[in-house]
């Protein structure tokens, strides 16, 4: 680094030296960012311009342990992986693809920019991360995703060359993340494996990556490719390589915010073409508030639209047995349209599918749609996904505290609440719990008092929210 920067090298050292910044995007699914910093307990500033949802946390606050982060408000997410959903500029009714999505920063982003529209699949090769991903996207009250376990090569023989955007969040060496990990000055010290070894077998998984990737792209449509490392052979040389080999792909100038670098041509390694390499981004820790990024955005050559037309879910119509426990479900608890012919029961799981599902063959599974809960004889059991997705409006009653309030704590914690409030059932109906009217689970009116169905997973939760 000190012989790529030259004069900045010692700008550049000092920034590692320096302490990590907290991010926090909110969920514009579920509340506007100004009124968000209106009410907001944590002191915050506004990220910059590259991320209208985002803010900085200006004080000593642990955003991850508040009942607002149960709730989904926001997602705590490195201030420069923000900037990654933006460049993908994805619009609403599009289909998108984050082919490497966990944790689910980019893909909770990616959900609020196309508004919970169109399709969204977020895909990780690997299992518990993909769970996690999940758990993630659940809270964010996301309907228009479908979330897969799946290797690229198998995304893309089932889907072909569908998507509008697909994002590449390439495995990387990450070196744009020693200062979140601990270092001092590089690998030496920081709380991770790195070696110049490392750096090549990751630029040769990204250039197998981007070969798979470029087979889901429709013509016409967007490939972007980030890394969190600073390494040029991951970076300059894995994008001239790519569109050395695909020569359909051209390099789009993104938007240029306060902080953003260029890409540097001259880095890429000898032999390869250097042609229109600074159009990518870099985001340097002495330049940006945040960590280390590169991100490239191409564009695929066409016009051809693609046939999406063979590719729907077959539905199979619902008993009417079980179309009469979950009515008698939504009559009680819900309001608004929640349109049966989109829903699928596999299972004894109920979803509600969006209206672009497409079938996904042999695909391992996560998550379709939205999980509305189980279907048993005679009987249905909300999902916590569904509670979280739910807006004020499409809801006949629930319990609301405020998110101070010791109920709250002792909901979170999975304890039974006393019914205080003589409006409410007396017995067996599924009621929400919301902190400032957002809704945090499910409880059971019963017995005199609200029977805890917070997940037991998820209860004390005292560690920050994932990055």
Not at 50 to 68: N, Q, T
Not at 236 to 262: C, N, Q, W, Y
Not at 340 to 368: F, Q
């Amino acid at each position: 680094m000190e012989r790529l920067l030259g004069a900045e090298y010692a700008d550049f050292v000092a920034s590692i030296d320096q302490s990590p910044l907290v991010g926090l995007r909110v969920n514009t699914l579920k509340i506007a960012p100004e009124d968000f910093n209106t009410m907001s307990p944590f002191a915050l500033k506004q990220a910059g311009a590259y991320a209208p949802a985002g803010f900085l946390v200006a004080d000593e606050s642990r955003p991850g342990s508040h009942p607002y982060h149960a709730a989904g408000l926001y997602y705590l997410q490195e201030p420069s992986a923000m900037a990654v959903a933006q460049l993908v500029d994805p619009q609403p009714g599009e289909w998108v693809l984050d082919i490497a999505a966990a944790p689910g920063g980019k893909s909770t982003h990616l959900a609020a920019l196309m508004q919970d529209t169109g399709l969204l699949v977020a895909n990780d090769m690997d299992g518990k991360r993909a769970s996690i991903l999940a758990e993630n996207m659940e809270r964010w009250g996301a309907r228009h995703a479908l979330i897969t376990n799946a290797h690229p090569e198998q995304l893309a023989a089932q889907f072909g060359p569908v998507f509008d955007r697909v994002l590449v969040d390439a495995p990387c060496s990450g070196e744009g993340m020693f200062r979140r990990l601990g270092s001092a000055k590089g690998a030496k010290g920081a709380n991770v494996e790195w070696s110049q070894e490392q750096v090549l077998a990751c630029a040769r998984r990204q250039t197998a990556v981007l070969a798979t990737a470029v087979q889901l792209v429709k013509p016409g449509g967007r490939l972007v490719y980030a890394t969190c490392t600073f390494a040029p052979e991951e970076n300059e040389s894995s994008i001239a390589r790519f569109l050395m080999t695909h020569p359909d792909f051209k390099l789009v100038e993104p938007p240029r915010f306060d902080g953003f670098d260029r890409g540097r041509p001259s880095w890429a390694a000898d032999g390869l073409p250097q042609d229109g390499l600074e159009k990518c981004a870099r985001l340097w820790p002495h330049r940006f508030p945040g960590e280390g990024h590169f991100i490239a955005v191409m564009q695929r050559a066409g016009t051809k639209k693609p046939d999406r037309s063979q590719r729907p879910v077959r539905f199979q119509p619902l008993k009417s047995s079980e179309l009469k426990v979950w009515r008698e479900f939504a009559r009680a608890t819900l309001r608004g349209d929640w349109p049966e012919e989109r829903m699928l029961l596999k299972n004894g799981r109920l979803y509600l599918l969006p209206p672009d599902a497409i079938e996904t063959g042999r695909l391992k599974l996560v998550r379709y749609g939205l999980l509305l809960g189980e279907i048993r004889p005679g009987y249905f059991k909300p999902a916590h996904a569904l509670a979280l997705a739910l807006k004020p409006e499409e809801v006949v009653k629930a319990v609301n505290f405020p998110a101070d309030a010791p109920e709250i704590t002792a909901y979170l914690s999975g304890h039974p609440l006393p019914i205080t409030d003589h409006r409410l059932p007396i017995t067996d109906n599924w009621l929400p719990i919301t902190a400032d009217g957002f809704p945090l689970g499910w409880a059971k009116a019963g017995g005199g008092q609200l029977k805890n169905h917070y997940p037991r997973g998820l209860r004390m939760v005292k560690a920050e929210g994932r990055l």
